[in-house]
């Protein structure tokens, strides 16, 4: 399909080949019609190819995490729109869950500065369920990118670091939520330190 043909035939918007084609002629013609490269990023994230950086074997035709590594998928054709997408939802888990951690750090190291500090505010089992609630949200939603990923790396029966974060992440969580909601069942020696 030759330009010069099609752009006789069509009219200028009526066809992708007609853009095309008009394209083509509009530098000899000096018309002010957008080029065919303007045109690209409106489609490209739609109908692009994503693939993972790490395994460039993996080609999918929608975004997605990796199969293999389980990071996310990126598009063949980068465009600043997906870029920012990812980077925006992450930006903002990271920001609360920082702000939600440093209140429970404080919390937790305040005896080193003054030992009746916190004490005097709270009680330990006041405390401890304190420190649960705002740690809840930092792990099950700022770390739920990494579950999910973790979960993928299962079923798909390919391990990787999403695995270990997950495995780590929750049985450290899980294990805090026992410690502070049934601190009965643990041994004497490990309530009091
Ligand atoms: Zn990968």
């Known amino acids: 399909m ?14 992708p080949n007609g853009r095309v084609a008009l394209a083509k ?8 019609v957008p080029r065919a490269e303007d045109e690209k990023p409106a ?12 395994h460039p074997q993996i080609v999918r035709q929608a975004p997605g995490n990796c199969p293999i590594c389980g990071m996310a998928l990126e598009p063949r054709t980068p465009t600043a729109a997906e870029d920012s997408r990812d980077l925006v939802g992450m ?34 089992r006041a405390l401890s369920w304190t420190e649960l609630v705002l740690a809840s949200p930092v792990v099950l939603w700022g770390g739920w990118p990494f579950f999910e990923r973790g979960w993928q790396s299962l079923v798909n029966q390919n391990l990787n670091m999403f695995t270990l974060i997950g495995l780590g992440v929750g049985v450290a969580y899980v294990f805090s939520v026992i410690a502070a ?3 009965q069942i643990f041994p004497a020696s490990f ?3």
């Open 25 to 32: 002629v509009s530098e000899a013609h000096d018309c002010p």
């Open 191 to 193: 309530r009091g330190a």
């Open 43 to 54: 489609g490209a994230s739609e109908t692009g190819e994503y693939t993972c950086p790490m």
């Open 181 to 183: 909601t049934v601190p």
């Open 2 to 15: 030759e330009g010069s043909t099609i752009f006789a035939s069509a009219s200028p918007n009526s066809s």
């Open 91 to 124: 930006t903002r888990r990271f920001w609360v869950s920082a702000a939600l951690t440093a209140v429970v750090v404080l919390t937790g190291m305040a005896h080193l500065v003054s030992p009746k500090l916190m004490e005097e505010l709270l009680s330990p």
